[in-house]
């Protein structure tokens, strides 16, 4: 009987485990799961330590959804020899863009201010499918984990995306069996970033989630839990 698999799996912005709930209750039978707490550190890299100091010692399987993303890819760089399997979902390996920067700055003024508010309503229509901006138990769930994470790790997250690395010289070092995943309409890591990645990495596999916006584990937790059960099979 083959050893379980640990798999670690990676929060996005303003995000907790609630983000990857359908994924922990239907791939337990596969994996010994943890989900690192991204909260308390203002650096990509003092994220992904953290993260790594987590997990047992020995290999792990990998999984991060946008910030997460980015902190899977710093993991590849500290600890990449570990991991066993990458998925990367809704996520870049492109630094921010001169427009994101100004937005991140702008959205950082704000909480800085007092103003911090988490996910509001006019946020949404970036992170899900329009169709789903009436579905209250998907949004209220949304705005619970912005709630939870709070201003303060807020501030810190947002600090550690706006001067993370670019990492697109660095995809070509990943060697292990890779899972690119992206929502059909992610308005924020849009499909072309992920062709971009999936192009980076070789022998990669890239799954495109019909109806879904960027919170693909959320939009669509049956088609993402298929996939990732899959990607941990193969």
């Known amino acids: 009987m083959n050893q379980r698999e640990r798999l670690l799996l990676l929060p996005g912005l303003l995000c907790d485990p609630i983000l990857w709930t359908h994924q922990t209750e239907h791939l337990a039978d596969l994996a010994d799961i943890t989900i ?15 993260a790594i100091a987590a997990m047992p010692d020995g290999p792990f399987a990998l999984a991060g959804l946008s910030m997460g993303g ?26 921010d863009s001169e427009e994101q920067t100004r937005r991140r700055k702008g959205l950082i003024s704000l909480a800085k201010t007092g103003k911090f508010k988490g996910v509001t309503p006019k946020l ?35 600090i ?8 697109r010289p660095d995809l070509a070092k990943i060697t292990c069996p890779t899972l690119i995943l992206c929502g059909r309409q992610d308005a924020l890591t849009t499909l072309e970033m992920h062709e971009e990645m999936a192009a980076g990495v070789t ?9 879904s916006g960027h919170m693909s584990t ?16 193969s």
């Open 36 to 50: 690192a707490d991204l909260t308390s550190q203002e650096s990509v890299a003092d994220m992904a330590a953290d």
């Open 70 to 95: 980015y902190v899977a890819q710093e993991v590849m760089r500290q600890a990449g020899d570990r991991v066993t399997r990458l998925a990367l979902l809704d996520t870049s390996s492109r630094p």
């Open 124 to 158: 949404l229509p970036l992170l899900i499918h329009p169709d789903r901006m009436e579905d209250d138990a998907l949004t209220g769930a949304i705005m619970e984990m912005s709630g939870n994470v709070g201003r303060d790790a807020f501030l810190r997250q947002q």
């Open 160 to 167: 550690a995306i706006l001067n993370r690395p670019d990492s």
């Open 203 to 211: 022998g990669s596999k890239l799954v495109v989630v019909e109806d």
């Open 218 to 233: 959320m939009e669509q937790p049956h088609a993402v839990t298929a996939v990732m059960r899959y990607w941990l099979q």
